[in-house]
């Protein structure tokens, strides 16, 4: 499986500055910041904002929330 690249999510979003409003996030310098790949929980989050289409890597997982 192919991570997900930081530059996938800000193609997805259009723009470093859009990427960090869909995350809550107060500043574009923190995805900036990132390296090459977004952390693990932002992936988490990326993938749920795409409904799939950026998927996160499997090492995300122990993070994933069980559903009831």
Do not use: H
């Not at 997900?4 to 869909?22: S, Y």
């Amino acid at each position: 499986m192919r991570r997900m690249t930081k530059d996938e999510a800000i193609k997805w979003a259009g723009t470093q500055v859009e990427l960090a409003k869909r995350l809550g996030l107060n500043s574009q310098g923190t995805i900036a910041g990132w390296g090459q790949f977004p952390p693990a929980l932002r992936q988490l989050q990326i993938e749920s904002l795409t409904r799939g289409e950026l998927r996160a890597e499997p090492e995300c997982d122990r993070f994933r929330v069980q559903a009831a």
